[in-house]
C-alpha cells in the first residue's frame, strides 16, 4: 500500500473559526524536565489512547537541508538518513511490536527522513502530512500551520485502544514547549486532553527499549 497523502481541511469546515496559534519564545518557556519511560508506562500504552511522537532516525548532517530551495519531491536537497538510521528506526519498530503496543493511524512529515523513518519503523500504512514539516529555518507566521497540526495530533483523543504515531522533528517540539528530542530516533508520550491541550508522560531513547520491556 502506497503511503497516503493527508488532506488539508479549509478551515470553513469548522464550526468555529480556527484562531492563530500564539507561538511562545524560548524565554517564554519553563525549563524543560525530561523523564524517562518505565516498564509501567510501556504496560499503560498497551491500553492505548497515547500519542508517540517519533523523532526520525539518525541522518547525514553534513548534508543540510538546501535552504531555501528544498524541494519535498526531491530527496536529493533534504538532509539524509543514514543506513544507521534505517536500522535504529527498524529497531525502535521491533520493540514496539515485542511490547505489544498497539498502533492506529501513523502520521509522517513529508520530508524524506522522516518517511524513511516511518517506512523502516511501521511499512506501508502511513499518511504523509504536509503541514508536519521541520520548522528550523521558517518565520513566526509560517510556522502557525505546523505547530496547530501538531498541536491537533497531540491532543485530539483516540477512539479505541490503539495509540497514535507522529513521525516527525524535533524543531516541531522545542516550538511547542521547549522540548528537543535526542538523539535522533527518540520517541516521547503524550497523553491527549482534548480542546488543543496535552500531557507529557515519558520519553524513550532508541538505546533505552530493551531495558524498559515490561
Given amino acids: 500500500m502506497k503511503p497516503v497523502i493527508a488532506l488539508l481541511i479549509s478551515v470553513a469546515c ?11 519564545t524560548l524565554e517564554d518557556i519553563p525549563d524543560f524536565v525530561e523523564k524517562p519511560a518505565t516498564p509501567a508506562i510501556i504496560k499503560q500504552l498497551r491500553n492505548g489512547g497515547y500519542v508517540l511522537y517519533m523523532r526520525h532516525g539518525n541522518t547525514d548532517t553534513s548534508r543540510p537541508d538546501r535552504q531555501p530551495s528544498v524541494d519535498l519531491n526531491d530527496c536529493s ?6 543506513e544507521e538510521g534505517r ?3 527498524a529497531e525502535v519498530g521491533q520493540q ?5 503496543i498497539p498502533l492506529g493511524e501513523i502520521f509522517s512529515s513529508p520530508m524524506c527522513r522522516a518517511k524513511e523513518t516511518a517506512l523502516a519503523a511501521f511499512g506501508k500504512n ?6 508536519l514539516i521541520d520548522t528550523s529555518n521558517m518565520t513566526k507566521k509560517e510556522k502557525e500551520p505546523v505547530l496547530e497540526t501538531a498541536r491537533e ?7 479505541g485502544k490503539v495509540n ?9 517540539l522545542i516550538d511547542l514547549f521547549g522540548y528537543y528530542p535526542k538523539p535522533e530516533a527518540s520517541m516521547a508520550i503524550f497523553k491527549p486532553m482534548g480542546d488543543k491541550k496535552f500531557k507529557y508522560i515519558a520519553s524513550i531513547a532508541p538505546k533505552q527499549w530493551q531495558t524498559i520491556q515490561p
Avoid: D, G, M
Fill in 87 to 89: 536500522r535504529i528506526a
Fill in 126 to 131: 502511513f499518511i504523509i502530512n504536509n503541514l
Fill in 153 to 159: 495530533l497531540l491532543s485530539r483523543p483516540i477512539e
Fill in 14 to 24: 469548522f464550526s468555529q473559526p480556527v484562531l492563530a496559534l500564539e507561538i511562545p
Fill in 164 to 172: 497514535r504515531v507522529v513521525v516527525a522533528h524535533a524543531p516541531i
Fill in 77 to 82: 536537497t533534504q538532509r539524509p538518513l543514514t
Fill in 96 to 100: 514496539i511490536r515485542k511490547a505489544k
